[in-house]
Structure formats: structure tokens, C-alpha cells
């Protein structure tokens, strides 16, 4: 079956440090790849997307990379501030329309 | 609109009652979905509609039940819960085997 691993958290840094939340997939085929955040007490938002390998998402000073040879799609930015303080959730969505969930990355800013 | 809507925010219920979730969205999406999410975990899928057909039943208890009345309207119904049903439920919508968008969720305390 399809699973998404992500790094496990909780992440804290420090405001205008580096982020990166590592995310790898199993599948068959290439799934499309996605990044969702949640904060607290809300649903989740779609923070960026890539459909196909070498596909960069962007959003808001977020990417990811989907990489084929490393079924990857690591998260990064190069300056998080404290209103990024989220749960980051790595997903793939396969055949019927079903979206995997990684187990979720609690991320903590603090200025 | 990019919005997906649901009612109520919060549902506090008893084991015997019946109550039911709502959620609407007017993107024109053709493919609608239930969550479920438990603390400090990613959402589970529980059902798929597509074009306003039940699709993906993913071996759900019978005590939920879901409804789609039209393309743009999901109602889960909700009779004799258990306590280990409290959750926080997502509706989401999409185009078929595109991104999905989410609402904001019902926090459900079945007491």
C-alpha cells in the first residue's frame, strides 16, 4: 500500500532560522505530492502542491521538491517566523482520490 | 468563493441522540469528503462522494451516515455514538484527483 513518513517532531526554532521538514513516500506509479499546515484549533490549508517529478511547489516562502530517485518531497524555507508555528502534514494523493497522510510535524517558533 | 463550509464548529452530544454535520462548498467541486481526526494525528478518510455518489466507504460504522443531496452539499448523520467517537471532522472538496480544499471542521465531544 502507499505510506508517507515525515520527520518526527516536534521542531522548535528560533525566528529567521532554516526549516526543513523531511517527507518520503511509497507508491505505486508517481502520486501527486502535497504540504498542508494546520493551526491550532482549525482545519487544514493547502500550503503548496507538486503533480509531477522535479515539480517545485511554492507558497508564502515555503517549497518542496518532488524528487523521483528519492521519493521525496522535503519542506523547507530559509526564514521562519513565529505566526509559522503550525502542524506541517506531507501528503499523497493516489488512485480514487484517497490522500495519504504523514503522521504530522509539529513546528514552534519563538522570537 | 474558495471556501468549504461546515456547521456547526462545535456539537456536544449524548450516545443516544441524532445528530448530523453539515458542510457546503461552492466551487463547483465534483468530489466530496469526511474526515476524521484525533489529537495529535493526521485525518483518516472515512468517505468519498464523487459526482454525488458514495465511492470510497473506508469499512466505517454504520452509526455514521453519510448524505449528498447535490453537488454542493455533504451532511454526515450521527446516531448512537460512542465516547471514542469524539473528534474533530473534516469535510473537504476538490475536482476529481486534484487538490483538495478543507473547512474548518466540527470539534464533536460525544458525552
Known amino acids: 500500500g502507499n505510506s508517507v513518513t515525515q520527520m518526527e517532531g516536534p521542531v522548535t526554532l528560533s525566528e529567521e532560522a532554516f526549516l526543513t521538514i523531511n517527507c518520503t513516500y511509497t507508491a505505486t506509479g508517481y502520486p501527486s505530492l502535497f504540504w498542508y499546515v494546520q493551526y491550532p484549533g482549525e482545519g487544514l490549508q493547502l500550503l503548496l502542491k507538486?503533480?509531477?517529478?522535479?515539480d517545485k511547489g511554492s507558497n508564502k516562502g515555503f517549497e518542496a521538491t518532488y524528487r523521483k530517485e528519492t521519493t521525496s518531497f522535503h519542506l523547507e524555507k530559509g526564514s521562519v517566523q513565529v505566526s509559522d508555528s503550525a502542524v506541517y502534514f506531507c501528503?499523497?494523493?493516489?488512485?480514487?482520490?484517497?490522500?495519504?497522510f504523514g503522521e504530522g510535524t509539529q513546528l514552534t517558533v519563538n522570537p | 468563493d474558495t471556501e468549504v463550509t461546515q456547521t456547526p464548529k462545535h456539537l456536544v452530544m449524548g450516545m443516544t441522540n441524532k445528530k448530523s454535520l453539515k458542510c457546503e462548498q461552492h466551487m463547483g467541486h465534483r468530489a466530496m469528503y469526511w474526515y476524521k481526526q484525533k489529537a495529535k494525528k493526521p485525518p483518516e478518510l472515512m468517505f468519498v462522494?464523487?459526482?454525488?455518489?458514495?465511492?470510497i466507504n473506508e469499512s466505517v460504522p454504520s452509526r455514521f451516515s453519510p448524505e449528498c443531496p447535490n453537488s454542493s452539499l455533504l451532511n454526515l448523520h450521527l446516531h448512537a455514538l460512542q465516547p471514542e467517537d469524539s473528534a474533530l471532522y473534516l469535510c473537504?472538496?476538490?475536482?476529481?484527483?486534484?487538490?483538495?480544499?478543507f473547512g474548518q471542521g466540527t470539534r464533536l465531544t460525544v458525552v
Open positions: 473537504a472538496s476538490s475536482q476529481v484527483n486534484t487538490e483538495a480544499f
Open positions: 501528503a499523497a494523493e493516489t488512485s480514487g482520490s484517497r490522500l495519504t
Open positions: 507538486a503533480t509531477k517529478a522535479d
Open positions: 462522494y464523487s459526482y454525488e455518489k458514495l465511492s
